[in-house]
C-alpha cells in the first residue's frame, strides 16, 4: 500500500512538473531531431517500402488471405490500401524507439537534475550509470519489443484488446528504458540493481499507465484510407504525442525511483 501511494505521490508531482517552462521546453529540441529525422526517411525510402511489402504479399498470395481475414472483421475497405498501411505499422516501433531514445539521451538527464534540484538538493550522485549503457537498455529492449510488436499485429482490428495489449508492451518498454535513466545519475550500479528489483511491479505499473496513454497515438494509424493520405501530417502528430508522453513519464519514473533511492540510504545509515 505504501508504494502505490508513493506512486501515486510521484504522479501528481509528475503532473505538475510537466508545465515548468524548462520541461516544456525539453520537448523541442527531440521533436526537432525526431521529425527531421522521419520525415527523411519516409521522403527517401517510405514507398520503396510500400512496393516490396506489396510485391511479397502479391508474391505469397498474401491478398487473399489478409482479405479473408479481414472480411471476417467487417474491415474488407482496407485491404484497397494494405500494403501503405502494413508499412506504417511497421515503422510505427521505429518511430516509437527513436523518440524514446532522444528522449534518454537529451532529456532524461536534464529531467534528472531538474528534479533532484528542486526536491533532493543534498542527494549525492553516484554515477552508477552511462549514456552507452542507456543506449544498451534502448536497443536491447526495442529488440524484443519489435519482435512482439510484430507478433501483435493482427490485433490492431480489434481496437478493446490492441490498447490493453500495447498499454502492457509499452509499459514493459517504458519501465526498462526510464528506470535506468532515472538511477543513471544518482545511483551506483548496487542501488540501482536493488531498487530496479524491489520496486519491479510498482514501476511497471508506471510504465503500464503511461503505456496506455503511449497507446492512443497508434490509434490513428487505423484511419484506412485517410491515415494513407495524411501520412505526414499524422507521422508529425504522433512524434508531438509521443515526446510529451516520454517527457511525463520521464518526471513520474524520476521522482518515483529518486523518492525510493533516499528511502534505501536512509535505511543503510
Same mark, same amino acid.
Request: proline share 4%; charged share 10%.
Given at each position: 500500500?505504501?508504494?502505490?501511494?508513493?506512486?501515486?505521490?510521484?504522479?501528481?508531482?509528475?503532473?505538475?512538473?510537466?508545465?515548468?517552462?524548462?520541461?516544456?521546453?525539453?520537448?523541442?529540441?527531440?521533436?526537432?531531431?525526431?521529425?527531421? =529525422?522521419?520525415?527523411?526517411?519516409?521522403?527517401?525510402?517510405?514507398?520503396?517500402?510500400?512496393?516490396?511489402?506489396?510485391?511479397?504479399?502479391?508474391?505469397?498470395?498474401?491478398?487473399?488471405?489478409?482479405?479473408?481475414?479481414?472480411?471476417?472483421?467487417?474491415?474488407?475497405? =482496407?485491404?484497397?490500401?494494405?500494403?501503405?498501411?502494413?508499412?506504417?505499422?511497421?515503422?510505427?516501433?521505429?518511430?516509437?524507439?527513436?523518440?524514446?531514445?532522444?528522449?534518454?539521451?537529451?532529456?532524461?538527464?536534464?529531467? %534528472?537534475?531538474?528534479?533532484?534540484?528542486?526536491?533532493?538538493?543534498?542527494?549525492?550522485?553516484?554515477?552508477?550509470?552511462?549514456?552507452?549503457?542507456?543506449?544498451?537498455?534502448?536497443? %536491447?529492449?526495442?529488440?524484443?519489443?519489435?519482435?512482439?510488436?510484430?507478433?501483435?499485429?493482427?490485433?490492431?482490428?480489434?481496437?478493446?484488446?490492441?490498447?490493453?495489449?500495447?498499454?502492457?508492451?509499452?509499459?514493459?518498454?517504458?519501465?526498462?528504458?526510464?528506470?535506468?535513466?532515472? =538511477?543513471?545519475?544518482?545511483?551506483?550500479?548496487?542501488?540501482?540493481?536493488?531498487?530496479?528489483?524491489?520496486?519491479?511491479? %510498482?514501476?511497471?505499473?508506471?510504465?503500464?499507465?503511461?503505456?496506455?496513454?503511449?497507446?492512443?497515438?497508434?490509434?490513428?494509424?487505423?484511419?484506412?484510407?485517410?491515415?494513407?493520405?495524411?501520412?505526414?501530417?499524422?507521422?508529425?502528430?504522433?512524434?508531438?504525442?509521443?515526446?510529451?508522453?516520454?517527457?511525463? %513519464?520521464?518526471?513520474?519514473?524520476?521522482?518515483?525511483?529518486?523518492?525510493?533511492?533516499?528511502?534505501?540510504?536512509?535505511?543503510?545509515?
Amino acid at each position: 500500500m505504501r508504494r502505490l501511494l508513493n506512486v501515486g505521490s510521484a504522479l501528481g508531482r509528475a503532473f505538475v512538473g510537466q508545465f515548468h517552462p524548462r520541461m516544456l521546453m525539453l520537448t523541442i529540441l527531440p521533436l526537432i531531431i525526431s521529425i527531421l =529525422l522521419w520525415g527523411g526517411l519516409m521522403w527517401w525510402g517510405l514507398q520503396s517500402m510500400i512496393d516490396y511489402i506489396q510485391a511479397a504479399l502479391m508474391e505469397h498470395d498474401g491478398f487473399r488471405i489478409a482479405g479473408d481475414f479481414l472480411a471476417l472483421l467487417g474491415a474488407l475497405a =482496407l485491404k484497397a490500401v494494405l500494403a501503405p498501411l502494413l508499412a506504417m505499422w511497421l515503422l510505427l516501433p521505429l518511430m516509437i524507439v527513436t523518440t524514446l531514445m532522444c528522449i534518454g539521451v537529451f532529456a532524461m538527464p536534464m529531467i %534528472s537534475r531538474h528534479v533532484q534540484r528542486r526536491q533532493y538538493p543534498d542527494m549525492e550522485a553516484r554515477h552508477g550509470g552511462s549514456l552507452l549503457g542507456s543506449l544498451w537498455h534502448a536497443i %536491447s529492449s526495442f529488440l524484443i519489443f519489435i519482435v512482439l510488436w510484430v507478433l501483435a499485429l493482427p490485433l490492431l482490428f480489434v481496437p478493446v484488446v490492441n490498447v490493453a495489449v500495447h498499454a502492457v508492451l509499452w509499459g514493459w518498454l517504458t519501465y526498462r528504458v526510464m528506470a535506468y535513466d532515472a =538511477l543513471a545519475e544518482h545511483a551506483d550500479a548496487d542501488e540501482r540493481v536493488a531498487l530496479l528489483r524491489t520496486h519491479r511491479w %510498482s514501476l511497471l505499473l508506471i510504465g503500464t499507465v503511461t503505456g496506455a496513454l503511449g497507446a492512443a497515438p497508434s490509434m490513428m494509424w487505423l484511419g484506412g484510407v485517410l491515415a494513407v493520405v495524411f501520412l505526414p501530417v499524422m507521422a508529425a502528430v504522433a512524434v508531438c504525442l509521443y515526446i510529451l508522453i516520454f517527457v511525463f %513519464s520521464g518526471l513520474w519514473f524520476q521522482y518515483y525511483c529518486l523518492d525510493a533511492l533516499t528511502q534505501l540510504r536512509t535505511k543503510h545509515l
